[in-house]
């Protein structure tokens, strides 16, 4: 038994839970970067020269890197705000010759009060925003009563480029080498359990009866009279309580409460009862041991059939040696088989 590779098994194995929000987070990443990529390769490495009447008249769609020439007619731009703030205007470039105006969008916001100029515009082509559609939209009666033609639905974006191809294959790798990381956490075990000799209880030293749960448990509908419910549901490291009755029945209680708060103001609470009865006679194996992960817990590990004759277990963990020490001498006058730890129990173990 290598205790440090059980370890270290419980401790990735302890990380599913940000796995899981980490592969979220890198899918929400993975779409505009492979998107990107695209871009970048369906583009070359410098602009392509246009005319303002090939982009009016629909011959190119967006994300394509274009550059253009015309006149810039910046005191008719629209101002594009943001609390109060000129984020960046939109302009149109004309081409007077053939009478066709494209919009052109530029953060150069002091340009907003600067006389029209010739330019030549680089950028990448881009959909308008449906905001963006219907100011232009607004203005197109007068733009066409003018004796100039438009578009709406397509602008350009001065300075956008469409980026470096082994960029974005770099960020697309570190993308698969973080999501493969995350999966492998699937794989190992969210309790690391092996089993170990109970070490004795040295005189003196304290007991706790604070213990944790791992396994399938069932609803208790009432508790006098004990009646469940048809509700399972699965516990991992859950504070519960031990007991056995009369009959010999090993019980494993969990009083959980589930409270939902909004802005931090409890709004509802709901309490409800949780428990696993296991008679002697359903007992597969009972062993104690260890739960491996960030910190160590001593446990002992349930292996039992229910009464539908289905092989479950459950991990049941404990503060310290000595309650676990304490527990198996407690499962032993019950009638409880219980291993000494030393050696793997494959069949079922007898009282």
């Known amino acids: ?65 274009i550059n253009v020439s015309g006149v810039a007619s910046y ?87 469409p980026g470096q191809v082994s960029t974005y294959l770099l960020e697309l790798a570190a993308i698969g080498i973080a999501g493969l990381l995350s999966i492998a956490t699937l794989f190992f075990p969210t309790n690391a359990f092996s089993r170990y000799p109970v070490q004795q209880i040295a005189p003196g030293e304290e007991v706790s009866k604070a213990i944790l749960a791992t396994g399938v448990f069932q609803q208790v509908k009432n508790l006098q009279p004990l009646e469940f419910g048809k509700s399972k549901r699965k516990f991992s490291n859950s504070n519960a309580n031990l007991f056995v009755t009369d009959d010999k029945t090993l019980g494993i209680y969990i009083h959980f409460i589930f409270t939902r708060r909004v802005y931090g103001i409890q709004v509802s609470k709901q309490e409800t009862d949780w428990m696993v009865l296991v ?16 910190r160590d817990r001593w446990a002992i590990s349930v292996r ?25 001498n407690f499962l032993r006058e019950n009638g409880f088989a219980v291993s000494s730890g030393q050696y793997p129990v494959s069949g079922p173990v007898r009282s």
Not at 20 to 34: Q, R
Not at 280 to 293: C, L, N, R, T
Not at 305 to 322: E, G, P, V
């Open 75 to 161: 005191r008719l731009a629209y101002m594009e705000t943001e609390d109060g703030d000129t984020k960046a205007i939109i302009y149109p470039l004309i081409d007077q010759r053939a009478n066709a105006v494209i919009f052109v969008r530029t953060t150069k916001t002091e340009l907003e009060s600067a006389p029209d100029a010739t330019a030549t515009v680089s950028g990448m082509t881009a959909k308008a925003s449906t905001d963006l559609q219907s100011v232009i939209e607004k203005d197109l009666a007068d733009i066409n009563n003018a004796g100039f033609q438009t578009i709406s639905v397509l602008y350009i974006e001065e300075g956008q480029k």
């Open 304 to 328: 039992y059939r229910d009464l539908n004759q289905k092989d479950q277990s459950l991990l049941i963990s404990f503060a310290n040696a000595a309650s676990q020490a304490s527990f198996v």
């Open 279 to 294: 008679k002697p006679m359903q007992v597969i194996a009972m062993e104690p041991g260890k739960i491996y992960s960030w």
């Open 1 to 65: 038994m290598n205790e440090s590779l059980l370890r270290w098994q419980g401790r990735i194995g302890s990380l599913k839970g940000l796995a899981y929000i980490a592969l979220i987070f890198l899918v929400i990443f993975l779409f505009p970067t492979v998107d990107n990529l695209t871009t970048a390769l369906k583009n070359p490495s410098t602009s392509q020269s246009v005319t303002v009447p090939q982009l009016v008249s629909g011959q190119f769609s967006p994300k394509q890197y």
